[in-house]
């Protein structure tokens, strides 16, 4: 699908979503069976939250923040928000769009007012792609739906050089570096502060107290201490610096209003709210990561990239995801747009993927999510 078309289709998949035969209400998770299964894979904490019509139904707590010191989970116990930045960056970047400040398929060079290799600062240093032309054609539409052509980061490339692997928005390859392009447009092309208007136009918007681009002094009252897949305790990484690819901290509490709102197109056109989970771009991979292995799978879910979130087809209908990563890190939202119903996890211990599949489809009932792409260690088709 390319770009004339998906605003339209958009709106008439979320309208014919709204139209559709309610669904059974969502499982009351039991406890008991949590926290066996937290048991199973040794996952110290987990924090979990429902959403149904738009409304948050539930938000469920287990396990410590620190075990050692037998520190509960609580639901305002700051955690990692990893790579759900990305998509509450992106929703605050289709505000600007709407507001005609950012047009989204300008290309960069209308965008900034030096051209892109001239930008030598980290973590804005994009000198390496001098010798290539290809930047010019970037949009920020390309950016929020990962078609950019770059590496998930730099640091992955050999000696550290971003490249531009293959024309920019021909397909996805998951990129953090993208999103950091984005944020160099929005800082210096626009002349913002991304700090401040994620707080304004996000954060403060949902009545998230407790969540932040950066670390906060009076988030070390309540935080989490994460958990490698070996077991081995890593104190919460404090970032001070902003980065739209991933440094908010945030709670269940807080992302559970934040997916909420999201779902219900707060804050946006209905038009642009439709877009943002109507995928424009196939994916054609068995696997997200490594993310430029490319590939030839057709998914019957007709995987495809939205702006910010993965669109796949549920059998209950239109249902998109975003996931957040690192080493002691598990975050994951699930979203059907039949009943506006989520399921939000995160978890201070990594280990904790492993139960999302089952979480799921407890909370949401049988799903056709492709929790193969999302997660390795699952059989891919």
């Known amino acids: 699908m390319r770009f004339g078309t998906w605003w339209a289709v958009g709106a008439t998949v979320l309208a014919m979503a709204g139209c559709a035969p309610p669904l059974r209400p969502l499982q009351s998770l039991s406890d008991p069976e949590v926290q066996r299964i937290m048991r199973r894979e040794q996952v110290q904490g987990l924090a979990l939250a429902t959403i149904e019509n738009g409304k948050v139904a539930k938000v469920r707590v287990y396990g410590t923040r620190n075990a050692a010191l037998g520190q509960p989970l609580t639901p305002d116990t700051v955690m990692t928000g990893a790579s759900l930045t990305k998509t509450a960056f992106a929703y605050m970047v289709l505000q600007l769009a709407d507001e005609g400040r950012l047009d989204l398929d300008a290309p960069v060079t209308k965008l900034l007012p030096q051209p892109l290799p001239a930008y030598r600062e980290r973590p804005f240093d994009f000198s390496d792609l001098a010798n290539d032309p290809r930047w010019q054609l970037l949009t920020p539409r390309m950016l929020l739906a990962h078609a950019g052509g770059f590496a998930n980061f730099r640091w992955l490339e050999p000696g550290g050089h971003l490249r531009i692997h293959f024309d920019p928005g021909s397909r996805y390859a998951y990129s953090g570096e993208g999103y950091m392009l984005l944020q160099l447009i ?15 136009r996000v954060f403060d918007r949902f009545g998230m107290r407790n969540t932040s681009m950066h670390w906060r002094a009076d988030f070390a009252e309540n935080v989490a201490d994460g958990y490698g897949f070996d077991g081995a305790v890593q104190p919460h990484e404090r970032r001070y610096r902003v980065r739209a690819a991933g440094s908010m901290d945030t709670t269940i509490a807080d992302q559970a209003k934040l997916w909420a709102g999201i779902m219900r197109g707060d804050g946006l056109r209905p038009d642009t709210r439709a877009a943002f989970a109507t995928g424009w771009l196939p994916i054609a991979s068995r696997r997200q990561f490594p993310t430029l292995a490319g590939g030839d799978t ?3 879910q007709k995987l495809a990239a939205g702006l910010g979130v993965v669109t796949f087809e549920d059998r209950s209908g239109p249902g998109w995801f975003k996931g957040g990563h690192d080493d002691t890190t598990a975050d994951f939202v699930l979203c059907l747009e039949t009943g506006q119903r989520c399921v939000v996890l995160l978890s201070n211990d990594v280990r904790a993927e492993r139960l999302y599949p089952e979480l799921g489809r407890q909370a ?18």
Do not use: C
């Open 186 to 200: 929005v800082e210096r092309g626009l002349g913002l502060d991304v700090a401040q208007e994620m707080q304004r």
């Open 364 to 381: 949401l009932g049988p799903d056709d999510m492709p929790w193969s792409w999302e997660y390795d260690w699952m059989d891919a088709p």
């Open 298 to 300: 057709e998914w019957p």
